[in-house]
């Protein structure tokens, strides 16, 4: 089959596009599905350099990628509830940069949205709400989101506007606009930006979450008045340092299962929404992950086995 296959810790250069990778066989629990759309993420690129083998070990040869949309095409023992020929999305666990994935965490996909709208959301949407429900955030609160215009960011503001909660986001100026449409507060991230929050909320900051990294605790701390158990991140790789929670693992799949499941029937309905950036060919997965790490991509990449 073709595949995007790495042997080692790197830059790009490493990801080979292969077609003689063996179709994987599915074990216990798990369904073999014909790979139609590959959601790009930044934790991609970081699991290729090897800075995140704390949540996520890689064993070579490796197939980069964890979200995908597809059809179940085989039946591994002890699986029930799903037939061979459903759309399905969710998780691999066996890459997802692959004409053919395994997987055991999954969802219906629902027909009215596209493969590549259907491969955007189980990491975004997620993320999204696990964050949220670490964050406690309530009808009424007053939220901060870093790199709120970024694929992560744009679906917790969309999750928390939904749910009564006043959000302030930080994003480029040329994203302004995007976050308006999104019920966000737009800010310009950068030097004054505690001063800028304060006047886009004068009744105070009362949780963060930072999808952005780049220095942004010491300013999110002094915002909540360092109340540290209401900022969490994704992103900052010097979270403990400052004694702020890092997220990077997932929730329970029951619960994982059910949030997703909630999400899609928001997507089909209009009320959330994920940028499509750009479509490439499964071979260019080195310059999508390029492109994701540039950090200036607008919109969520996707790849098309």
């Known amino acids: ?91 691999t666990t066996t890459g997802a940069y692959a004409e053919y994935a395994l997987a055991e965490l999954f969802v219906p996909k629902p027909a009215g949205l596209s493969w590549e709208q259907a491969a955007s959301l189980p990491v975004a949407g997620e ?37 009564g909660v006043t959000v302030i986001g930080t994003a480029s100026e040329a994203n302004h606009g995007y976050l308006r449409e999104l019920g966000a507060i737009p800010v310009t991230y950068g030097d004054g930006l505690a001063d800028r929050v304060r006047a886009a909320a004068p009744g105070g900051v009362d949780a963060v979450f930072d999808a952005a990294g780049h220095d942004t605790l010491p300013v999110s701390i002094e915002l909540v008045a360092g109340r540290k158990d209401r900022i969490v991140t994704i992103a900052a790789t010097d979270a403990a340092e400052h004694g702020i929670v890092f997220s990077g693992v997932t929730a329970a799949p029951e619960v994982v299962r059910e949030g997703l499941t909630t999400q899609l029937g928001l997507m089909t309905e209009g009320r959330l929404s994920i940028r499509l950036a750009e479509t490439l060919p499964l071979k260019e997965a080195a310059r999508a992950q390029e492109l994701s790490e540039s950090g200036h991509v607008r919109g969520k990449l996707i790849l098309l086995p």
């Open 127 to 163: 993320t999204a709400a696990r964050v949220l429900a670490l964050l406690g955030v309530e009808e009424g609160e007053t939220l901060l989101v870093h790199g709120a215009a970024g694929v992560v960011g744009s679906v917790g503001v969309q999750l928390a506007v939904a749910a």
């Open 1 to 91: 089959m073709e595949a995007i296959v790495y042997d080692e810790f790197g830059g790009p250069d490493v990801l080979r596009h292969e077609t003689g990778v063996a179709v994987p066989e599915p074990g216990r629990g798990q369904v073999r599905v014909k790979v139609a759309a590959v959601g790009v993420n930044p934790v991609d690129h970081k699991r290729r350099y090897g800075w995140v083998e704390a949540f996520y070990p890689t064993t070579f040869p490796a197939v980069p990628g964890l979200e995908f949309a597809g059809t179940v095409e085989a039946l591994g023992p002890d699986v029930n509830g799903v037939e061979v020929g459903d759309e399905v999305l969710g998780w």
